[in-house]
T-cell receptor, first 111, second 114 residues
């Protein structure tokens, strides 16, 4: 049973574009929503995270939008650069501290 | 501050063998979690250790086991290897267990089962 559904699986944008990655969850007990970035040959690294009492959070060019009623959250990357090409994972934390990942989105930013 | 280290980085085994992977967490971190990453299933939680005790466990068969030592270093073992165990095994450390402690991932061990 997939507890976090992430889309799209892959995404290609031009430099300067705004890729958007979406995630949906079912369990309302999830209470923390991080996004991870993974480059080839590396482990995932925390990019940005949001709590359910906030609808939006920005850190540099990265923004999370959170819709609690729809049980959805998304990552926007402003002014995307070729160096942003990586695989992005949304995740949820349950109250037991267990991290559950989405399937991942492979982003390619063309020069 | 050194990051999470995992050894070995690459491993090739044959079906039926067993394997032990090692993880050294960031200094001061007491929680270690293990994940399996495959193209088909993505990142799946295996288990978490804190203070030498297993705190959480994912949905994996008993062939997958782990342990944590008093210095917080952790090992995971897979016995009777199957072809489907081929994956990238990631270790992540955090300061403590539970809550929303940031997890810092190592580069992983790439296991290939022939």
């Amino acid at each position: 049973q997939q507890q976090v559904k992430q889309s799209p699986q892959s995404l290609i944008v031009q430099k300067g574009g705004i890729p958007i990655i979406n995630c949906a969850y079912e369990n309302t007990a999830f209470d923390y929503f991080p996004w991870y970035q993974q480059f080839p040959g590396k482990g995932p690294a925390l990019l940005i995270a949001i709590r359910p009492d906030v609808s939006e959070k920005k850190e540099g060019r990265f923004t999370i939008s959170f819709n609690k009623s729809a049980k959805q959250f998304s990552l926007h990357i402003m002014d995307s650069q070729p160096g942003d090409s990586a695989t992005y994972f949304c995740a949820v934390y349950n109250q037991g501290g267990k991290l559950i990942f989405g399937q991942g989105t492979e982003l390619s930013v063309k020069p | 501050k050194a990051g999470v280290t995992q050894t070995p980085r690459y491993l090739i085994k044959t079906r039926g063998q067993q394997v032990t992977l090692s993880c050294s967490p960031i200094s001061g971190h007491r929680s270690v979690s293990w994940y399996q990453q495959t193209p088909g299933q993505g990142l799946q939680f295996l288990f978490e250790y804190f203070s030498e005790t297993q705190r959480n466990k994912g949905n994996f068969p008993g062939r997958f086991s782990g342990r944590q030592f008093s210095n917080s270093r952790s090992e995971m073992n897979v016995s009777t290897l199957e072809l489907g165990d081929s994956a990238l095994y990631l270790c992540a450390s955090s300061l403590t267990s539970g809550g929303h402690n940031e997890q810092f991932f190592g580069p992983g061990t790439r296991l290939t089962v022939l």
